[in-house]
């Protein structure tokens, strides 16, 4: 197999005489890189070795079992143990628990080694639990029977045990157990049609292919025969990419190579539809298959609150080391006068009389820190984690999520960021999908300038001409049929009969059904129709249509140059049936204008332009002939570039663009995609919130900006500012002027706008409204200056103005752009809360680079929603997740961090004043059993049903009243200042616990025998006054929402009795108005003096005094 260019195409590799294992193990070493193939692995079908001349090497790959567990047996205690142990509240109670073993502390280890025994313990069963439901899903898999082709016969092995090189026999609806090479099928052409749903989601039909070769090969004997080697790159997880070539081995003939793609790849998870059976051989297995590849963890999101909680603990540490030190150092101005150092009752030994100054200070410290350790609240890390997990159920429930369309509710991926949904400030959503519906219905289309909108019986009915142009009537004969047949031949639409296809609806005048991965095609397949050409389907390479006359056409596929987003064009090269060679190509128009004749180029653009301003998503279509010559050399050139091993991708790329040029325009297509419903009043209610909504899109700008007026992202008052190529120019000073339209764009909104001196959060939402309009080719001079500009600065005064702005577009974005713009706004001053919605794979980086991504469960594949942290059926179920859930989660989740500082202090105080009254010897106040149960049971479970039950104001509310948002927003309940109203609530609640008992105990003789009191009954007492008061605390604050919506309710039914317009107002909006009237009805003695009056009002009061609470 050693042939031209060494082992693996490496011209050096050959030189230096390298044997295949070397060399295998050298280039992956010298390919290594992320972008880059790492290395390739040789690949002997069905184990049978090539000719005895051809050395090989065995390399050795891993067996098919899938481990997603984290776990063994043997492991779980040591690792799980390490993983709780690395948070840093968890270590500090280590610590403490280590320090009461190892000193004589005035406590006993078990009160601080239980609370971290229960915490570490239910920690490590939920885990447990958790990685014990993975095993048993990776044994559903491991276990389940395939069947391996050994000896000419099928042997049922399972699944773990198949081994790379195995030929794997795979039945209808069966799913592939490891990656394969698609080898042969009982479809007479090759092919067969895979869904990848758990993969990527899409649930559409892939069509693969088989190789040329071995596509005869459809019986268990036949597949046999089979000699050859595969060489392919090493596993990586991208899924549409793959590498790789075969070489066939015949009896008395030369080897033959044939390229492999991602089209003859058929991934693990994915299923078989609509074909018999299909041989492939298995060449990535187990843990190396791209959908295990693709399971790795994503890098983990770390919400506000826990910043907050992280900066609280650092306070209250420094509460407990003040509280060690000042006893520390009071106990040694006590013990300074002899008495009080050794009293008669209690004298010294020898080894501590004689044990160093130091030494006992710094014991004593450790105790005193072992005595008010409580402070830090241990248990707080579980009770948030078991409210974020229990809540994020309620977003699952939620029945006004569900979409009856796809019969799919809401889906929480990460409960970790509920409380991030009520805090978010910059929301970035894709166009196509997600603002739209991604069903598209053909419109109309345009050929040499001439629209063709009316469903027509023959191609030449009812035309009129576009614009002033020199043409009128219609267009010739002979270009309207060339259109149209480009439409039919320039696709990858596939055919099946609508009695085989699963869960597919076939037309109701047709007996088969289209299926593809795009909508797009679809609609222009079914548009041709409307004029008279219908797509037959694909059989032996050769591509059926009917014309308008009834008569059949077939066109011999030769190439297919597929799209991708680079690009944004695809093609076709067909052989029609007098051997005239054809190349057709559809595209945006940025992508074809450029490479078709510029003389061509006016009379379609006034109709691409005219349709984009309407809303509709337009491709241009064009062809060019090809002679022999020129097929010849692009066949040769593609065929070279396929079976390159390294950098097959880029080596494509320039055969396409060396192909695709010189062509001539024949016309365009526009293709309606409608709004989702509730898109209009979803995106008023999130500026309303005082939420800036960024729209980032690969679409075109005019059909973009339509879309942004008629969703009222640009309302008609809007100033526009445009950054785009038409704006900037194209000359070589484009640089200049951009910075000429920067700087005059930073003077209108930043040096000349009044200054905001009210203070009011999010205050643009008050000043005059600006859009930003910016494409991608300006966005990229903007990030990636010349370095001779001299534009550093370009980033900096670019950001400033965007954040001025009420709405931005972003058209023309490729996915990395998408995820630069979020990263840029999320890294600045104040790091904005950013939230990226979405529906498709190109979505999926500004999903993952957000500190919030939704995913909709769209038409493009669920790639999006498998990404996000959040998944939605519909654009507009954002408004109830974010304004209503969102708000909710936060109040809740802020409550309840605030709450356990409150009660620990409130604990932990009057053991601090204690040691004022005992000398400080370092004696507890309470029992042992209370300071063990005081977090895990007595104080625990209240707040955890107060922080998932609490409904402050009602959803109904909250949805119709999105200013609400803002009040809660910036994190606003867990600043500085309400954190230091419950400091110093628990501090003077702490101060009337100890002090209200001790005052009780003034006679300490309070038994009828004469018995005394003592320590005990003291420590009991405090203890019981602050468990009841503390859980009182939480009732409260529950009852007084509970109070105010009954009372609120009661107050309106009895006003809308008494005909009072003026107090019939929703709460807490006029709730104040309602008290103002009573004062000046009061103070004019106009008052009413029913019984019933007074009540209404003093429910108004109180109405009033909670919504002042509320917004404080």
Same mark, same amino acid.
């Given at each position: 197999?050693?042939?031209?260019?060494?082992?693996?195409?490496?011209?050096?590799?050959?030189?230096?005489?390298?044997?295949?294992?070397?060399?295998?193990?050298?280039?992956?070493?010298?390919?290594?890189?992320?972008?880059?193939?790492?290395?390739?692995?040789?690949?002997?079908?069905?184990?049978?070795?090539?000719?005895?001349?051809?050395?090989?090497?065995?390399?050795? %790959?891993?067996?098919?079992?899938?481990?997603?567990?984290?776990?063994?047996?043997?492991?779980?205690?040591?690792?799980?143990?390490?993983?709780?142990?690395?948070?840093? &509240?968890?270590?500090?109670?280590?610590?403490?628990?280590?320090?009461?073993?190892?000193?004589?502390?005035?406590?006993?280890?078990?009160?601080?080694?239980?609370?971290?025994?229960?915490?570490?313990?239910?920690?490590?069963?939920?885990?447990?639990?958790?990685?014990?439901?993975?095993?048993?899903?990776?044994?559903?898999?491991?276990?389940?029977?395939?069947?391996?082709?050994?000896?000419?016969?099928?042997?049922?092995?399972?699944?773990?045990?198949?081994?790379?090189?195995?030929?794997?026999?795979?039945?209808?609806?069966?799913?592939?157990?490891?990656?394969?090479?698609?080898?042969?099928?009982?479809?007479?052409?090759?092919?067969?049609?895979?869904?990848?749903?758990?993969?990527?989601?899409?649930?559409?039909?892939?069509?693969?292919?088989?190789?040329?070769?071995?596509?005869?090969?459809?019986?268990?004997?036949?597949?046999?025969?089979?000699?050859?080697?595969?060489?392919?790159?090493?596993?990586?997880?991208?899924?549409?990419?793959?590498?790789?070539?075969?070489?066939?081995?015949?009896?008395?003939?030369?080897?033959?190579?044939?390229?492999?793609?991602?089209?003859?790849?058929?991934?693990?998870?994915?299923?078989?539809?609509?074909?018999?059976?299909?041989?492939?051989?298995?060449?990535?297995?187990?843990?190396?298959?791209?959908?295990?590849?693709?399971?790795?963890?994503?890098?983990?999101?770390?919400?506000?609150?826990?910043?907050?909680?992280?900066?609280?603990?650092?306070?209250?540490?420094?509460?407990?080391?003040?509280?060690?030190?000042?006893?520390?150092?009071?106990?040694?101005?006590?013990?300074?006068?002899?008495?009080?150092?050794?009293?008669?009752?209690?004298?010294?030994?020898?080894?501590?009389?004689?044990?160093?100054?130091?030494?006992?200070?710094?014991?004593? %410290?450790?105790?005193?820190?072992?005595?008010?350790?409580?402070?830090?609240?241990?248990?707080?890390?579980?009770?948030?984690?078991?409210?974020?997990?229990?809540?994020?159920?309620?977003?699952?429930?939620?029945?006004?999520?569900?979409?009856?369309?796809?019969?799919?509710?809401?889906?929480?991926?990460?409960?970790?960021?509920?409380?991030?949904?009520?805090?978010?400030?910059?929301?970035?959503?894709?166009?196509?999908?997600?603002?739209?519906?991604?069903?598209?219905?053909?419109?109309?289309?345009?050929?040499?300038?001439?629209?063709?909108?009316?469903?027509?019986?023959?191609?030449?009915?009812?035309?009129?001409?576009?614009?002033?142009?020199?043409?009128?009537?219609?267009?010739?004969?002979?270009?309207?049929?060339?259109?149209?047949?480009?439409?039919?031949?320039?696709?990858?639409?596939?055919?099946?009969?609508?009695?085989?296809?699963?869960?597919?609806?076939?037309?109701?005048?047709?007996?088969?059904?289209?299926?593809?991965?795009?909508?797009?095609?679809?609609?222009?397949?079914?548009?041709?129709?409307?004029?008279?050409?219908?797509?037959?389907?694909?059989?032996?390479?050769?591509?059926?249509?009917?014309?308008?006359?009834?008569?059949?056409?077939?066109?011999?596929?030769?190439?297919?140059?597929?799209?991708?987003?680079?690009?944004?064009?695809?093609?076709?090269?067909?052989?029609?049936?007098?051997?005239?060679?054809?190349?057709?190509?559809?595209?945006?128009?940025?992508?074809?204008?450029?490479?078709?004749?510029?003389?061509?180029?006016?009379?379609?653009?006034?109709?691409?332009?005219?349709?984009?301003?309407?809303?509709?998503?337009?491709?241009?279509?064009?062809?060019?002939?090809?002679?022999?010559?020129?097929?010849?050399?692009?066949?040769?050139?593609?065929?070279?570039?396929?079976?390159?091993?390294?950098?097959?991708?880029?080596?494509?790329?320039?055969?396409?663009?060396?192909?695709?040029?010189?062509?001539?325009?024949?016309?365009?297509?526009?293709?309606?995609?409608?709004?989702?419903?509730?898109?209009?009043?979803?995106?008023?209610?999130?500026?309303?919130?005082?939420?800036?909504?960024?729209?980032?899109?690969?679409?075109?700008?005019?059909?973009?900006?339509?879309?942004?007026?008629?969703?009222?992202?640009?309302?008609?008052?809007?100033?526009?500012?445009?950054?785009?190529?038409?704006?900037?120019?194209?000359?070589?000073?484009?640089?200049?002027?951009?910075?000429?339209?920067?700087?005059?764009?930073?003077?209108?909104?930043?040096?000349?706008?009044?200054?905001?001196?009210?203070?009011?959060?999010?205050?643009?939402?008050?000043?005059?409204?600006?859009?930003?309009?910016?494409?991608?080719?300006?966005?990229?001079?903007?990030?990636?200056?010349?370095?001779?500009?001299?534009?550093?600065?370009?980033?900096?005064?670019?950001?400033?103005?965007?954040?001025?702005?009420?709405?931005?577009?972003?058209?023309?974005?490729?996915?990395?752009?998408?995820?630069?713009?979020?990263?840029?706004?999320?890294?600045?001053?104040?790091?904005?809360?950013?939230?990226?919605?979405?529906?498709?794979?190109?979505?999926?980086?500004?999903?993952?680079?957000?500190?919030?991504?939704?995913?909709?469960?769209?038409?493009?594949?669920?790639?999006?929603?498998?990404?996000?942290?959040?998944?939605?059926?519909?654009?507009?179920?954002?408004?109830?997740?974010?304004?209503?859930?969102?708000?909710?989660?936060?109040?809740?989740?802020?409550?309840?961090?605030?709450?356990?500082?409150?009660?620990?202090?409130?604990?932990?105080?009057?053991?601090?004043?204690?040691?004022? %009254?005992?000398?400080?010897?370092?004696?507890?106040?309470?029992?042992?059993?209370?300071?063990?149960?005081?977090?895990?049971?007595?104080?625990?479970?209240?707040?955890?049903?107060?922080?998932?039950?609490?409904?402050?104001?009602?959803?109904?509310?909250?949805?119709?009243?999105?200013?609400?948002?803002?009040?809660?927003?910036?994190? &606003?309940?867990?600043?500085?200042?309400?954190?230091?109203?419950?400091?110093?609530?628990?501090?003077?609640?702490?101060?009337?616990?100890?002090?209200?008992?001790?005052?009780?105990?003034?006679?300490?003789?309070?038994?009828?025998?004469?018995?005394?009191?003592?320590?005990?009954?003291?420590?009991?007492?405090?203890?019981?006054?602050?468990?009841?008061?503390?859980?009182?605390?939480?009732?409260?604050?529950? &009852?007084?929402?509970?109070?105010?919506?009954?009372?609120?309710?009661?107050?309106?039914?009895?006003?809308?009795?008494?005909?009072?317009?003026?107090?019939?107002?929703?709460?807490?909006?006029?709730?104040?108005?309602?008290?103002?009237?009573?004062?000046?009805?009061?103070?004019?003695?106009?008052?009413?003096?029913?019984?019933?009056?007074?009540?209404?009002?003093?429910?108004?009061?109180?109405?009033?005094?909670?919504?002042?609470?509320?917004?404080?």
């Amino acid at each position: 197999m050693q042939a031209q260019g060494g082992w693996w195409g490496c011209s050096w590799c050959t030189e230096l005489s390298l044997s295949q294992e070397i060399c295998w193990k050298m280039c992956s070493l010298w390919c290594a890189g992320e972008e880059k193939r790492v290395g390739t692995r040789t690949v002997l079908v069905g184990h049978r070795p090539v000719a005895d001349t051809e050395a090989y090497v065995a390399q050795k %790959f891993c067996d098919n079992r899938i481990v997603s567990s984290k776990y063994t047996l043997w492991n779980f205690l040591p690792k799980n143990l390490f993983e709780q142990f690395r948070r840093i &509240a968890n270590f500090y109670f280590l610590i403490i628990f280590l320090v009461q073993v190892i000193v004589d502390t005035p406590t006993s280890p078990v009160t601080s080694g239980l609370p971290l025994f229960f915490v570490i313990t239910v920690t490590a069963i939920k885990q447990g639990y958790e990685d014990w439901l993975r095993h048993r899903a990776d044994n559903e898999v491991n276990k389940s029977n395939v069947f391996v082709v050994e000896n000419a016969k099928q042997v049922r092995k399972e699944s773990e045990k198949i081994k790379v090189g195995d030929i794997v026999e795979v039945k209808a609806d069966e799913t592939f157990p490891c990656d394969l090479i698609f080898l042969a099928s009982s479809s007479t052409d090759g092919t067969c049609y895979v869904t990848t749903a758990s993969l990527d989601g899409e649930s559409n039909f892939k069509t693969h292919y088989a190789v040329r070769d071995t596509t005869v090969l459809c019986t268990d004997e036949a597949i046999d025969t089979l000699t050859a080697t595969i060489e392919c790159e090493q596993p990586q997880p991208d899924l549409y990419k793959f590498v790789g070539r075969i070489i066939i081995y015949g009896s008395n003939q030369e080897p033959v190579a044939r390229s492999l793609g991602p089209e003859n790849l058929l991934l693990k998870g994915a299923t078989l539809k609509n074909t018999k059976k299909i041989y492939g051989v298995a060449v990535y297995t187990g843990m190396e298959t791209k959908m295990a590849l693709n399971y790795q963890g994503k890098s983990q999101k770390r919400s506000a609150v826990e910043k907050s909680i992280n900066a609280f603990l650092i306070v209250y540490l420094c509460i407990l080391l003040g509280k060690a030190t000042v006893c520390t150092t009071l106990k040694y101005v006590w013990q300074s006068n002899p008495f009080n150092d050794e009293p008669w009752y209690n004298e010294k030994t020898k080894k501590e009389r004689d044990t160093f100054k130091v030494l006992r200070m710094f014991t004593d %410290f450790l105790s005193f820190m072992v005595l008010f350790n409580f402070i830090i609240p241990v248990s707080m890390y579980v009770t948030v984690e078991m409210q974020k997990f229990l809540g994020s159920f309620f977003i699952s429930w939620d029945k006004e999520m569900y979409d009856e369309e796809i019969q799919e509710g809401a889906l929480v991926n990460t409960s970790d960021l509920n409380e991030e949904l009520g805090q978010v400030e910059y929301v970035f959503t894709d166009k196509t999908g997600t603002l739209t519906e991604n069903s598209m219905e053909f419109i109309e289309c345009c050929i040499d300038g001439h629209k063709y909108r009316d469903c027509m019986a023959e191609v030449d009915g009812f035309s009129q001409p576009d614009g002033p142009l020199k043409y009128y009537g219609k267009a010739e004969k002979s270009r309207e049929e060339l259109f149209l047949r480009a439409l039919c031949l320039c696709h990858t639409v596939q055919i099946k009969e609508a009695d085989q296809v699963d869960g597919l609806v076939a037309h109701p005048e047709r007996k088969y059904t289209y299926i593809s991965s795009s909508p797009d095609e679809i609609a222009l397949v079914k548009g041709a129709e409307k004029y008279g050409f219908t797509f037959l389907g694909l059989e032996n390479n050769f591509m059926k249509i009917r014309n308008q006359k009834n008569e059949t056409e077939m066109y011999q596929l030769l190439h297919v140059l597929n799209f991708d987003p680079v690009r944004r064009r695809m093609s076709v090269i067909v052989r029609t049936s007098t051997g005239k060679l054809l190349l057709f190509c559809k595209g945006a128009d940025s992508s074809i204008f450029p490479r078709v004749q510029q003389e061509e180029i006016q009379q379609t653009k006034v109709h691409v332009d005219r349709n984009a301003m309407d809303g509709y998503r337009t491709l241009c279509v064009a062809f060019k002939e090809l002679t022999e010559k020129e097929y010849d050399r692009i066949d040769r050139q593609l065929n070279e570039a396929k079976m390159a091993l390294q950098d097959r991708e880029e080596k494509m790329a320039k055969v396409f663009d060396d192909t695709e040029a010189d062509m001539h325009l024949i016309g365009a297509t526009a293709v309606e995609d409608r709004l989702q419903e509730q898109l209009a009043e979803t995106i008023e209610a999130l500026h309303a919130a005082g939420m800036k909504v960024w729209v980032l899109t690969g679409d075109k700008m005019e059909t973009a900006k339509s879309t942004c007026y008629a969703c009222r992202l640009f309302q008609t008052s809007t100033e526009l500012l445009e950054l785009t190529a038409r704006t900037v120019g194209e000359s070589d000073r484009k640089e200049d002027r951009l910075h000429e339209l920067l700087l005059e764009y930073h003077k209108k909104l930043i040096q000349d706008l009044p200054k905001n001196r009210g203070g009011l959060k999010r205050s643009w939402t008050l000043s005059q409204e600006y859009g930003l309009i910016i494409d991608g080719s300006t966005l990229s001079l903007i990030l990636n200056p010349s370095q001779d500009s001299g534009s550093s600065n370009y980033k900096s005064i670019f950001l400033q103005i965007c954040l001025k702005c009420t709405a931005v577009l972003c058209c023309r974005m490729a996915p990395l752009q998408k995820a630069q713009i979020v990263r840029m706004v999320k890294n600045t001053k104040g790091s904005p809360i950013t939230l990226s919605i979405g529906d498709g794979a190109n979505d999926v980086s500004m999903i993952l680079e957000a500190h919030v991504g939704i995913g909709i469960k769209g038409k493009e594949g669920r790639q999006a929603s498998r990404n996000s942290d959040y998944a939605v059926p519909k654009f507009k179920h954002l408004r109830k997740l974010l304004l209503a859930h969102g708000h909710l989660y936060y109040v809740r989740i802020a409550h309840l961090v605030q709450y356990f500082f409150y009660k620990n202090l409130c604990f932990i105080l009057p053991q601090f004043l204690y040691q004022f %009254f005992c000398g400080f010897s370092q004696q507890p106040l309470y029992d042992a059993a209370y300071l063990t149960m005081y977090n895990i049971c007595f104080t625990s479970l209240p707040i955890l049903a107060y922080s998932l039950l609490e409904q402050h104001i009602s959803i109904d509310t909250l949805t119709s009243d999105p200013q609400l948002y803002m009040k809660v927003s910036d994190n &606003a309940m867990l600043q500085w200042r309400p954190f230091l109203y419950w400091t110093f609530l628990g501090a003077f609640e702490g101060l009337v616990f100890f002090f209200g008992v001790y005052f009780l105990f003034q006679n300490s003789s309070l038994e009828d025998n004469g018995k005394v009191f003592g320590n005990w009954t003291f420590g009991t007492i405090v203890f019981t006054v602050l468990v009841f008061t503390v859980t009182l605390k939480a009732f409260l604050e529950a &009852a007084k929402n509970v109070f105010c919506i009954c009372s609120h309710a009661d107050f309106c039914f009895h006003v809308a009795g008494n005909n009072s317009p003026d107090l019939y107002q929703p709460f807490p909006r006029n709730s104040s108005n309602s008290f103002k009237k009573y004062k000046r009805e009061k103070s004019s003695g106009n008052e009413a003096p029913s019984f019933l009056r007074n009540i209404h009002y003093l429910h108004a009061f109180s109405n009033f005094q909670q919504s002042q609470l509320f917004l404080e």
